[in-house]
Each structure stands twice: as structure tokens, then as C-alpha cells.
């Protein structure tokens, strides 16, 4: 099968320059390979994606490109000049601009003081800008301020900021996942316009139909490796879900046998919110149940939902059989439901403050008017040695902690609650090897302790290695169950990217 874009885009002739061109490229964190030998091209009026799951290296690799991070080994050219002492500033001079995920607009500036922020003031500015814009077909109020702004709108305004710097390279990390239907086939037809003219795009995705419909050619990485590269029409959907999942290889560590309880302890029913619905589910004591799915499919919003972040708007909530709502996360605690949150930096750890205040925080109002130090310290000292968290003690501060050991802090925060349902959101984002093995042991044994636990994951594997069932979100809604044996990352992939099921 070819690709309607496939067949748009031909390769330049040798004669012409790429306009980024990376060559075993490597990235170490901690001395951890992020990226191995990475080597790639990106031509005038082409639109590369790059695919793969999470911690498989795709950000880090724009990162490099936008002069956010400098490759440890290899080297990067920008329209034939080398990235050499990388900074954003460099990077912005010779044509590279990076549209983040979600947009970094100030709500209280105009649209016209955020495309020009930081810009030189020049003769023929306003022109300029209103040259672009018809270029693009966009109709905006250049003095409306940025917070009435829908998504969309905040998605262009982002690219007229870098086309406005002169940006020869546009780098996209997953533009769709806020937007709707309509509004990414817009956004696509004003990145063709773009490429047109000679603008080269990095197109960061998990949504296949979006690949085929706008992307020349396409790269898949799997930790921090390129396992396909070539044209987009020359593959297969199955090939590159199996090229992402490395569906056909086999997980070190099986998943152990476990008999939850027969009564459920949470109960979903109908419940609808932000960004999702109806959704119906159960989950039972000692049951790990996964929630898969990718970027945008409104897993994180679900979650947030149950403990008390967002208002649900439909459908009810049972816990232990009660129907019950809650209003905060506060009451989320107390009735046992404790939620771990994706991002531990912004949202779930006191960086400044100790292992031991960090595990107490949850809980400090339990202690009434005097507070027992010596107790929250030995309390914290036991979270360390039964999560293994490497650490001088448990006065240490957690933003001394690698990534990994902030990881079991923030769980050990989590289970200070005394948790009879965990929920776990990424729980294994950006830890390494040795880490993600000690977090599967971890919920390997709250399981057999008779907690519920419900991981919501990418990792399709993560997936597949701990839970005894499966439901799989795609555009706010369960699309897929899956049990046992059936649970594979290819199974996983399938139903997230909405292609055809394949036997297990």
C-alpha cells in the first residue's frame, strides 16, 4: 500500500542539501545509553515521523537536533553547518524551532507579543506576519491575548513563532493529541502549504492513520535504536507496530499467578468527564489491572477523575460497593484510593524536602497537634529498605535522588497512605532498567498483599508483564478487553492504534 504522501515527496537528488543530517549520534544519561548510534536525514520539503513507545528516545533525539541537549558521541548538521556547542539560541540561527506538545504561549500577552517575543524589532514585521498568515489561510486577531485562544490556535500560533525566526526545520511532538478531527486535518493541510515551500518537518506520533495520511517516510525507535527507517508506503501497519513492541520477543520475567478477590473494591459505572466516556469497569483486591493506550486517549484525565482532580460529569463511583464522589484527593486517601501521578517533579514530590517529609505529607494531618519526628523518620526508613531506594538516609533530599530512587520515593509517599487501591500512571517513566524491574517487584507484591492496583501505561510491555487484564483506551473510550495469554504488546498496539485485532 502507498501512501497518498508518499507518492507527493520525492527524494531530493544528491545534489541537494539536507536540511538536518545526524550521524551515529549517541546520548548517555547517567552514564545510561539514551540513544545509540542514531543516524538520519531530513530533506527540503519532506515530513519525517518518528514513532515508538515511551523512553524509546524520540524526544531526546529532537532535543539534540533543537540544541536543548548535546550528543555525548556523532555529530549533527543543520543545512550543512555543524551543531557544534549546541544551544537552543544556535540551533534557532540556523532554521530549527521546536513546537512542544503543549503549547508555552503567556495567556496575558497578544498574539502578536508572543509570535514577536524576544524577536529583533525590524521594518516590515507586521507585513511579514501577515504574509505568513496568508499563506497559511490563518485568520487570527494579532491583539486578542493568547488565553482565549482554543488549542488549535494556540498549536499555529506556536509554528508562526518559529516561521517567524526565519525556521527551515519544524519539529512536532505529538501536535494532534488535543485536537480534534476536523481540526488536524487543518493543521495537516497548513503543514503540506509549509512543505511547499521547502520547510522540512519532524512529525512525533502514535496515531498511524495520521502517519500515512501527512508523513513521507518514518523512523522507529526502540530503545534508543532506529528499527525501521524508510518511506512510509513501503511498510505495513503490522510491521511497524511489531517493529515498536518487538511483539515476538519474550519478556525475561514472567507474570506471576494471582487470585484476586470475587468482590470488586472500585466499581466504574458509565462514568463520563473530561476527555472521556462512558467508561465501566471493576477492580478487585490482589488484581492488577492495566490501562493502555497511548497519548491523548484520555487515560490520565480517567484517573484524575476517580481521586478527586476533575469533576466527573456523568455515571457513578463505587467503592467497596458504596456509592461515593470525591471532591479532592484528600478524601480519595482516606477512603484507601491513592493515586501515583505521572509527572513526580511537578505534581508528585517536594524535590526540596527530605525522603522522610516526602513519605509523612499524605498523612501529616493524621498526626493530630504534635508530631512524632522520630516515627515519620523510622516510617520512611523502612520504605527505604523495602523499596531498595538508594539513598545517604532518609534526611536526604529527594531531588538529590537519581530518577529511578525519585520513583520509589513517590511511591513510598503512595503507600505511607496504606493503600487498598494504587493507581499508578506511567509508573515506570524515565527510571531505568535496574528501577523498572524494582517497581515490577513492587507491584508484584502489593498485589499478593491483597491491594488493587490499576497501571496505566504506553509501555505496551509494562502492559503485558504485570497485569492479569487488560482494557485499552483509544479516544476516551475502553475499545478492547484483554485477559491473560491474550495480553501481548502486539494485541496492546493494535487496539491503541486502531488497526484490525491479530490472533494472540
Keep these: 500500500m502507498t ?10 537528488s544528491g545534489m541537494r542539501q539536507p536540511l538536518v543530517h545526524v550521524q551515529q549520534v549517541w546520548k548517555l544519561f547517567g552514564g545510561v545509553p539514551v540513544l545509540s548510534g542514531i543516524s538520519l536525514e531530513l530533506q527540503p520539503g519532506e515530513i519525517h515521523a518518528l514513532l515508538g513507545g515511551n523512553g524509546a528516545g524520540k524526544s ?34 540556523l532554521g530549527v524551532y521546536l513546537v512542544p506538545q503543549e503549547p508555552l504561549l503567556f495567556p496575558n500577552l497578544s498574539v502578536w507579543e508572543n509570535v514577536t517575543l ?16 496568508k499563506r497559511l489561510d490563518l485568520q487570527l486577531d494579532l491583539r486578542l491575548p493568547a488565553r482565549y485562544l482554543d488549542v488549535a490556535q494556540q498549536q499555529l500560533v506556536e509554528i508562526l513563532r518559529g516561521l517567524m525566526r526565519r525556521a527551515r526545520v519544524l519539529i512536532l511532538d505529538e501536535p494532534t493529541s488535543a485536537l480534534t478531527p476536523k481540526e488536524s486535518h487543518l493543521l495537516f493541510d497548513r503543514l503540506r502549504r509549509l512543505t511547499a515551500e521547502g520547510v522540512g518537518l519532524f512529525f512525533i506520533s502514535h496515531k498511524l492513520g495520521e502517519v500515512r495520511e501527512l508523513c513521507d517516510t518514518l523512523s522507529v525507535l526502540r530503545d534508543g535504536v532506529i528499527v525501521l527507517q524508510g518511506a512510509t508506503g513501503e511498510f505495513s501497519d503490522d510491521q511497524i507496530v511489531a517493529a515498536m513492541t518487538n511483539q515476538t520477543a519474550k519478556d525475561a520475567a514472567s507474570r506471576p499467578a494471582r487470585h484476586p478477590a470475587n468482590e470488586a473494591i472500585l466499581q466504574l459505572n458509565n462514568l463520563s ?11 478487585r483486591p490482589g488484581e492488577v489491572l492495566g490501562l493502555a493506550g497511548v497519548v491523548g486517549s484520555g487515560r ?14 456523568a455515571g457513578q463511583l463505587a467503592v467497596s460497593g458504596r456509592p461515593t464522589s470525591f471532591t479532592t484527593p484528600h478524601a480519595a486517601i482516606e477512603a484507601g484510593v491513592v493515586y501515583l501521578t ?20 499524605p498523612i501529616l494531618h493524621r498526626e493530630r497537634w504534635l508530631l512524632d519526628i522520630t516515627a515519620i523518620r523510622g516510617r520512611a526508613g523502612k520504605f527505604v529498605d523495602q523499596l531498595g531506594i538508594r539513598c545517604q538516609d532518609v534526611d536526604q533530599s529527594v531531588g538529590q535522588l ?30 531505568d532498567v535496574t528501577a523498572r524491574r524494582d517497581i515490577y517487584a513492587i507491584v508484584d507484591a502489593l498485589a499478593e498483599q491483597g491491594v488493587a492496583v490499576l497501571v496505566i501505561s504506553s509501555d505496551f510491555e509494562e502492559i503485558s508483564r504485570l497485569c492479569d487484564r487488560a482494557l485499552v483506551m483509544r479516544q476516551g473510550q475502553v475499545v478492547r478487553t484483554l485477559t491473560g495469554e491474550q495480553i501481548t504488546p502486539g494485541q496492546l498496539a493494535q487496539a491503541s492504534f486502531g488497526q484490525r485485532q491479530v490472533p494472540a
Design 118 to 133: 524576544r524577536l529583533p524589532k525590524e521594518r516590515g514585521q507586521q507585513q511579514r506576519l501577515a504574509q505568513l498568515m
Design 3 to 12: 501512501s497518498p504522501t508518499t507518492e507527493r515527496f520525492a527524494p531530493p
Design 402 to 431: 537519581s530518577g529511578g530512587n525519585q520513583q520509589k520515593a513517590l511511591i513510598a509517599k503512595c503507600l505511607a497512605c496504606q493503600p487498598k487501591v494504587l493507581i499508578l500512571d506511567e509508573p515506570t517513566r524515565g527510571v
Design 60 to 93: 531526546t533525539l529532537m532535543k539534540l537536533i533543537a540544541g536543548l541537549y548535546r550528543p555525548d558521541r556523532g555529530h549533527i548538521e543543520i543545512s550543512g553547518a555543524p551543531l557544534v556547542r549546541a544551544t537552543p539560541a544556535l540551533a534557532h540561527r
Design 273 to 283: 468527564g473530561e476527555g472521556f466516556g462512558p467508561i465501566s469497569l471493576d477492580l
Design 342 to 361: 505521572e509527572d513526580r517533579q511537578q505534581q508528585g514530590l517536594f524535590l526540596d524536602t527530605s525522603i522522610a517529609w516526602n513519605s509523612a505529607s
Design 300 to 313: 490520565t484525565e480517567l484517573a484524575e477523575t476517580i481521586v478527586g482532580l476533575r469533576r466527573a460529569s
